[in-house]
């Protein structure tokens, strides 16, 4: 195997795309707005990025079959325009290979000739939070005035310590490509899977693209998730040394 292999599974036509990445990260917050869009939108495999950069590692289906570690391409019909999301279980290992598989996955965008690109991502606060804020960050600065108006907030200073990853390269690397791109973060604890900054992140998606979907799923498993940190409060007010919620803030 070479170090990265594109492996084509279809080539669809798309209307004007824009590539949406939501991969492992904080809160699982990109990843789980990537996958909403895969259940709620009718999509289709397109293509699969093979590296050997990714963990030396199979899933295995509920059948038993095994898959080796990949990043996936779907076309998604969202309405009037198409998105290509990019998504799979794993980033790359080394800061070369983060480097590499990026530019392969705009490789692939391009070859779609995707008109912009969302990196989707969350945001540690170290403590839970009800209604998360979305903050953004943006290749060029002429991006701003329309996240801006869709509600997302660009802070001084934050995200602390810039933007790690492939959501951090896709705007760099993206940028001297000539390519608009965008990163939309959720606030979120940084200590739980958070479907509510999920949420949020895809309301401000939904108004910059143009496309509507429903959240039902989302909101259930934010019901759940909301559940489970109501436990861990409890048990941490009955545990002498256990982290406060100002300790909290440092996790992430």
Do not use: N, W
Request: aromatic content about 6%; overall charge negative; glycine content about 12%.
């Amino acid at each position: 195997m070479d170090d990265i292999e594109i492996e084509t599974v279809a080539e669809p036509t798309l209307r004007e795309p824009a590539l949406v990445e939501g991969l492992p990260g904080v809160g699982h917050v990109g990843k789980l707005a990537a996958e909403h869009l895969l259940e709620e939108f009718d999509s289709e495999l397109v293509a699969r990025v093979y590296a050997d950069e990714f963990p030396p590692q199979v899933g295995i289906d509920d059948d038993g079959v095994a898959s080796l570690a990949c990043a996936e391409f779907h076309a998604v019909d969202a309405g009037e325009r198409d998105l290509l999301v990019l998504t799979g279980d794993h980033q790359a290992q080394s800061h070369s290979g983060h480097y590499h598989i990026t530019d392969t996955f705009l490789d692939v965008a391009e070859s779609y000739d995707v008109g912009e690109v969302y990196a989707l991502g969350g945001v540690p606060t170290g403590e839970l939070v009800e209604e998360p804020d979305v903050l953004g960050a943006v290749a060029d600065a002429e991006e701003i005035e329309t996240l801006e108006d869709a509600g997302v907030e660009f802070r001084e200073g934050e995200p602390a310590g810039g933007i790690v990853g492939v959501s951090g390269l896709l705007l760099g690397l993206g940028g001297r490509r000539g390519l608009p791109a965008a990163c939309l973060m959720g606030e979120t604890s940084g200590y739980l899977v958070d479907p509510s900054s999920a949420q949020a992140v895809l309301e401000v998606l939904e108004e910059v693209v143009g496309f509507e979907v429903g959240y039902d799923s989302l909101e259930e498993r934010a019901e759940e998730m909301k559940e489970v940190a109501e436990k861990i409060q409890e048990m941490q007010s009955q545990q002498q040394g256990m982290p406060t919620d100002d300790d909290l803030r440092y996790i992430g």
